[in-house]
Every structure is written in structure tokens, then in C-alpha cells.
């Protein structure tokens, strides 16, 4: 028993003079940006450098394919970056991927910037989303928002030690160039075919944050890949255009049934929400107020074609006012920021048929002559039974009405019905 215990207390021993270090494995964060750089895009990169920090992995890498986004949400990933108490490394990746617009600006922020053979990167001048028309003021408003773009470019670049004339000429004029060239003018420190050359290049390098050095260790470490959640898929999802629009229109259906049809609850409840939504998609989208007032044009003149009598140009009017408020709904030249026109062609359609027939009918409806109740017998035909003089009796659908005329009215005569009062008629000869 003594010499089987020897060996196994030697091995233990032996154990624990191995370092700590070399026991686990070097941990690398990994999340995945494809797409418009927008308020959900901010959320992911925050979650992931919090994740990162929490987990005290070697680095979070941020393999981005993005053809621009929101200024507003790319501030905040750059200020999330500039914060993090961890390294963060920007890969641009697959071959085809580009870092436009906003994705300079967050590749120039990162401690390290990488991009995939066959990559681009550039074209950052910004577009101000909420201006329309020309003019002077417009003029003066787009450079100062470039001016600030710049100052804020060159800043980031200056930080990092990366070409910053080069960034300000994207911002300027829109400046793009390959992988390679930006190897050549310092934009990027490497080119990285795959992850895991990305991994074994960037390993060794030294990071300074706060003061601090890091040194990466991140060949052959255990990459963690954090895809986006369903609540983050979920607003993402809502902050596609198409789905935006779905929504701003079925919430006008919807109210519009329940203010033609009060009382049938289902419709408001069901529009309330789709507009609800639809607000909240919008205000992350470049929308454009000359196409919103197309579509609410289009909507006024489908109501007015079902009360006045236009032989069809006003739902002609309405048609293309629609149409060209969808086309121009959204700023087509923000990235991303388009209905499909597969989309548009059909919600043309049913929006024309539906004011057309569906409230139009309701509208009809609702002038109807009455038929039921007492309001139902004014106009109807009756019998005198007894001489009216002025009271007397009639018989109407099979009963026998009290009745008073105005004037004299003989027996057998045919007699319709002007007014009701406390179940008696007052009826006039016919």
C-alpha cells in the first residue's frame, strides 16, 4: 500500500508545479457585424465587449462586412471601444466585405485592424439624413456635419497611430481603397486570409490600455462565437425597411376599420401596435418627409373618391401619389435604407382596392336607409283599415299602427309613413 501511494503523491505534486497559465486554454471572444451599422449593431458590440471583459479572454474580435450606418450608433461603438479595458480587433471578413462609411470609423478605432484578401474600405462622407432641398442653409449644415465627421476620423486614427490624412480623405471625398493599399498607407496592420492566420498574426503583439500592456496570446486559443440573440435578431428585424413599411400600413388599415367601424376593437387594437412598431422602426431609418406626405396625400385622396364623384382621377391621383411617396419613403442613398419593389407593387394594389371597396363600402353602409326599428317604417306603404279623420288605424307589414293624417283619408286607401311617435304613425295619402 506504501509504495502504491508514493507514486500517485508524486504525480500530484508534480501538478501543482505546472503553472495555472498553461492548465486553460487562451479564450478569444468572436461576434460577427454583417450589415448597416445601427442601434442593434451598438447593443451586440457592447454586449460582446462586456462579455469579453467578464470573461477575461485574451481579445474581441469584430469580423465586419457593413456598408455603412447610423453616425449616432457608430459614436457609441466608438466610445464602447476607446472604454474597453480589453483588446479589440477589427477584421474585415470574407473576401468581398467592405468597411464603408461608418465601418471606417470603427476599423480605424480598434487596437488592431485586419482585413480579409479581396476587401475594401472607405467611401465615409457623411449624409445627413433629415435634410431636404437646397439652399444655403442646407449647404452650411452638410459642412458642418463633414467637419465634425473629420475632426472625429483624424482624432480616432491619431489615437491608434494609423494614417489619419488618408481618413480624412475618405470622410472629404469619399476615398476608397483595397486590403492592400490600406496595408501600404498604414490604414490596417494586417491582411489575414482566414481566422486562424488573423489569430497567429496578431499573437505576441502588444496592446496598451490605461497604461497597461497586454501582451495577446492568441495562437491556437479557444475562439467563443456569440451570435446575436432573438431579442437582438428581433430589432433587427424590425429595422429592415420592407418590414417597416408593412407595418406603417397595416397600422393605417387598421385604424382606419376601426374608425369606420367603432366597436370592433380587434383592428384598433392590431393597428395600435403595427403603428407602434412601425414609429419605432422608423426612427432608426433615414425617412424621408416628402414620401411620408405622399402616402398620407394618397390616403386623402382615396377617401375623397369614395364621397365625390370623380369618374376615377382622384384613385388615379391616389395611386401614383402612393406609389412615388414608397419609392421615396427612405433616403436611397443611406446603406441599406430601401423598400423592395416587389414589396411596394402589391401594397400599391390592395391599398388602392381597399379605401376603393372595403371602406368605401363601409361609407355606403352606413347610408343605407334604415330598415329595422321604428326609423325602419318611415316611407313604407300602408292600408287605411278605418277613415283617418284625423286618427284612425292602418295596417302596415300585417299589423294593425295607430295613425293620424294631416288631412281626411278614407277607408281602403294607401298611405305612407312620415314620421313615428310613441308607436303611432303619422302618414300622408299617396
Same mark, same amino acid.
Given at each position: 500500500? @506504501?509504495?502504491?501511494?508514493?507514486?500517485?503523491?508524486?504525480?500530484?505534486?508534480?501538478?501543482?508545479?505546472?503553472?495555472?497559465?498553461? +492548465?486553460? #486554454?487562451?479564450?478569444?471572444?468572436?461576434?460577427?457585424?454583417?450589415?448597416?451599422?445601427?442601434?442593434?449593431?451598438?447593443?451586440?458590440?457592447?454586449?460582446?465587449?462586456?462579455?469579453?471583459?467578464?470573461?477575461?479572454?485574451?481579445?474581441?474580435?469584430?469580423?465586419?462586412?457593413?456598408?455603412?450606418?447610423?453616425? @449616432?450608433?457608430?459614436? !457609441?461603438?466608438?466610445?464602447? /471601444?476607446?472604454?474597453?479595458?480589453?483588446?479589440?480587433?477589427?477584421?474585415?471578413?470574407?473576401?468581398?466585405?467592405?468597411?464603408?462609411?461608418?465601418?471606417?470609423?470603427?476599423?480605424?478605432?480598434?487596437?488592431?485592424?485586419? !482585413?480579409?484578401?479581396?476587401?475594401?474600405?472607405? #467611401?465615409?462622407?457623411?449624409?445627413?439624413?433629415?435634410?431636404?432641398?437646397?439652399? $444655403?442653409?442646407?449647404?452650411?449644415?452638410?459642412? @458642418?456635419? &463633414?467637419?465634425?465627421?473629420?475632426?472625429?476620423?483624424?482624432?480616432?486614427?491619431?489615437?491608434?497611430?494609423?494614417?489619419?490624412?488618408?481618413?480624412?480623405?475618405? +470622410?472629404?471625398?469619399?476615398?476608397?481603397? &483595397?486590403?492592400?493599399?490600406?496595408? $501600404?498607407?498604414?490604414?490596417?496592420?494586417?491582411?489575414?486570409?482566414?481566422?486562424?492566420?488573423?489569430?497567429?498574426?496578431?499573437?505576441?503583439? %502588444?496592446?496598451? /490600455?490605461?497604461?497597461?500592456?497586454?501582451?495577446?496570446?492568441? @495562437?491556437?486559443?479557444?475562439?467563443?462565437?456569440?451570435?446575436?440573440?432573438?431579442?437582438?435578431?428581433?430589432?433587427?428585424?424590425?429595422? $429592415?425597411?420592407? /418590414?417597416?413599411?408593412?407595418?406603417?400600413?397595416?397600422?393605417?388599415?387598421?385604424?382606419?376599420?376601426?374608425?369606420?367601424?367603432?366597436?370592433? /376593437?380587434?383592428?384598433?387594437?392590431?393597428?395600435?401596435?403595427?403603428?407602434?412598431?412601425?414609429?419605432?422602426?422608423?426612427?432608426?431609418?433615414?425617412?424621408?418627409?416628402?414620401?411620408?406626405?405622399?402616402?398620407?396625400?394618397?390616403?386623402?385622396?382615396?377617401?375623397?373618391?369614395?364621397?365625390?364623384?370623380?369618374?376615377?382621377?382622384?384613385?388615379?391621383?391616389?395611386?401614383?401619389?402612393?406609389?412615388?411617396?414608397?419609392? !421615396?419613403?427612405?433616403?436611397?442613398?443611406?446603406?441599406?435604407?430601401?423598400?423592395?419593389?416587389?414589396?411596394?407593387?402589391?401594397?400599391?394594389?390592395?391599398?388602392?382596392?381597399?379605401?376603393?371597396?372595403?371602406?368605401? !363600402?363601409?361609407?355606403?353602409?352606413?347610408?343605407?336607409?334604415? &330598415?329595422?326599428?321604428? *326609423?325602419?317604417?318611415?316611407? *313604407?306603404?300602408?292600408?287605411?283599415?278605418?277613415?283617418?279623420?284625423?286618427?284612425? %288605424?292602418?295596417?302596415?307589414?300585417?299589423?294593425?299602427?295607430?295613425?293620424?293624417?294631416?288631412?281626411?283619408? *278614407?277607408?281602403?286607401?294607401?298611405?305612407?309613413?312620415?314620421?313615428?311617435?310613441?308607436?303611432?304613425?303619422?302618414?300622408?295619402?299617396?
Amino acid at each position: 500500500m @506504501k509504495r502504491s501511494f508514493y507514486p500517485a503523491m508524486c504525480a500530484m505534486a508534480l501538478l501543482l508545479l505546472v503553472p495555472m497559465g498553461s +492548465v486553460g #486554454a487562451a479564450l478569444v471572444e468572436w461576434i460577427t457585424i454583417d450589415g448597416a451599422i445601427g442601434p442593434v449593431a451598438a447593443h451586440y458590440i457592447r454586449e460582446g465587449i462586456d462579455r469579453a471583459q467578464d470573461n477575461h479572454a485574451e481579445c474581441l474580435v469584430i469580423e465586419m462586412d457593413t456598408p455603412g450606418g447610423l453616425m @449616432k450608433s457608430m459614436r !457609441m461603438i466608438c466610445k464602447d /471601444i476607446l472604454a474597453a479595458q480589453v483588446p479589440v480587433v477589427v477584421y474585415v471578413s470574407p473576401a468581398g466585405s467592405r468597411a464603408g462609411s461608418a465601418g471606417v470609423f470603427i476599423t480605424l478605432v480598434a487596437h488592431i485592424a485586419a !482585413m480579409a484578401p479581396g476587401t475594401n474600405i472607405g #467611401a465615409a462622407h457623411p449624409i445627413d439624413i433629415g435634410g431636404q432641398g437646397g439652399g $444655403d442653409s442646407s449647404q452650411v449644415m452638410e459642412q @458642418k456635419i &463633414t467637419n465634425d465627421a473629420v475632426a472625429f476620423v483624424r482624432t480616432l486614427a491619431e489615437k491608434r497611430g494609423r494614417n489619419a490624412d488618408w481618413a480624412e480623405k475618405a +470622410v472629404r471625398e469619399s476615398a476608397a481603397i &483595397t486590403e492592400k493599399e490600406a496595408l $501600404d498607407l498604414h490604414v490596417i496592420d494586417y491582411i489575414a486570409p482566414t481566422p486562424d492566420s488573423l489569430l497567429a498574426l496578431i499573437d505576441g503583439d %502588444t496592446i496598451r /490600455i490605461d497604461g497597461r500592456e497586454i501582451i495577446l496570446a492568441t @495562437k491556437g486559443a479557444a475562439v467563443d462565437k456569440v451570435l446575436m440573440n432573438w431579442r437582438l435578431n428581433l430589432l433587427a428585424l424590425l429595422s $429592415d425597411p420592407n /418590414i417597416a413599411y408593412i407595418l406603417l400600413l397595416l397600422g393605417i388599415y387598421g385604424i382606419f376599420f376601426e374608425l369606420y367601424n367603432p366597436g370592433a /376593437i380587434l383592428p384598433g387594437i392590431v393597428g395600435g401596435i403595427c403603428l407602434i412598431i412601425a414609429f419605432y422602426s422608423l426612427q432608426l431609418l433615414p425617412v424621408n418627409l416628402a414620401g411620408v406626405l405622399l402616402i398620407a396625400l394618397a390616403v386623402v385622396l382615396f377617401l375623397l373618391e369614395i364621397k365625390v364623384m370623380s369618374y376615377g382621377l382622384l384613385s388615379i391621383g391616389g395611386v401614383i401619389s402612393f406609389l412615388l411617396g414608397s419609392l !421615396m419613403l427612405f433616403d436611397v442613398s443611406f446603406p441599406g435604407a430601401k423598400v423592395s419593389p416587389s414589396v411596394i407593387i402589391p401594397a400599391t394594389i390592395f391599398t388602392a382596392l381597399f379605401f376603393l371597396f372595403a371602406v368605401g !363600402m363601409g361609407i355606403r353602409a352606413q347610408r343605407r336607409k334604415v &330598415t329595422t326599428g321604428m *326609423e325602419g317604417l318611415i316611407g *313604407e306603404i300602408g292600408t287605411v283599415v278605418s277613415p283617418l279623420s284625423p286618427m284612425g %288605424t292602418v295596417l302596415l307589414h300585417g299589423e294593425l299602427w295607430k295613425a293620424v293624417a294631416t288631412s281626411p283619408i *278614407e277607408k281602403d286607401r294607401d298611405v305612407r309613413v312620415i314620421a313615428v311617435e310613441h308607436l303611432k304613425l303619422t302618414v300622408e295619402p299617396i
